[in-house]
Structures are given as structure tokens and as C-alpha cells.
């Protein structure tokens, strides 16, 4: 199994600037992806930041621009850098793992980021 533990979340304001960090039990030099999902309040879990192994980083249209996901693979540790926050991005940030292409899923307890107007 893998165990991941998310952190950095917390309360800004629109404009300001978060980094989540999600620290994995296993090196995560042989994961097969790694990403962050967020699910906003009455909304579905919606995946907003991604890297396979191998390729290049994949985010979704609503952050593309603002977000960074980046690994330190010493630490054992994937960042997102995400910048100029927006109301809309306020939810529960999730960590998540697959050490496969087909393998199992692994998720993190989750990190709150919250940012007001």
C-alpha cells in the first residue's frame, strides 16, 4: 500500500498564493501517476492536476494557467504551487496515487484551502 499525507491548505484570499504538499510512504520515483483532485462543497471530486511517468504535467482548464504541480523525488513529495487563488477553487484538495496503469487508487486525508472574496 501507499500512504500519503497532504498538507499546506488553509484560509486566503482571492489573489493569494498556496503551496499543498503530499509526502508518500514509497518513493515515488516507480509511481505510475500522482495528481491532486478537489471536490468543492456539493460538488463531484474533479481531478485538477496530473503527472504519468514519463510525460508531461496535465491540468485542467480551470487552472491551467495558475497552477504548477512539480515533485521533489528525494522527498518522496509532489507539490502544488497554485497561484492567483479564486473563490472557485475553494474545496477539499485530495493527494492521489497509482502505482500503475491499472492498479488501485491510494488517497491522501485531504487538505482544506478556502478563499474568499
Known amino acids: 500500500q501507499v500512504q500519503l499525507a497532504e498538507s499546506g491548505g488553509g484560509s486566503v484570499q482571492a489573489g493569494e498564493s498556496l503551496r499543498l504538499s503530499c509526502v508518500s510512504s514509497?518513493?515515488?520515483?516507480?509511481?505510475?501517476?500522482m495528481g491532486w483532485y478537489r471536490q468543492a462543497p456539493g460538488k463531484e471530486r474533479e481531478l485538477v492536476a496530473g503527472?504519468?511517468?514519463?510525460?508531461?504535467?496535465k491540468y485542467s482548464d480551470s487552472v491551467k494557467d495558475r497552477f504548477t504541480i512539480s515533485r521533489d523525488t528525494a522527498k518522496n513529495t509532489v507539490f502544488l504551487q497554485m497561484n492567483s487563488l479564486k473563490p472557485e477553487d475553494t474545496g477539499v484538495y485530495y493527494c492521489?496515487?497509482?502505482?500503475?496503469?491499472?492498479?488501485?487508487?491510494?488517497w491522501g486525508q485531504g487538505t482544506q484551502v478556502t478563499v474568499s472574496s
Open positions: 492521489n496515487v497509482r502505482e500503475a496503469r491499472y492498479g488501485t487508487d491510494y
Open positions: 514509497k518513493n515515488i520515483f516507480r509511481i505510475y501517476f
Open positions: 503527472i504519468v511517468s514519463g510525460y508531461s504535467a
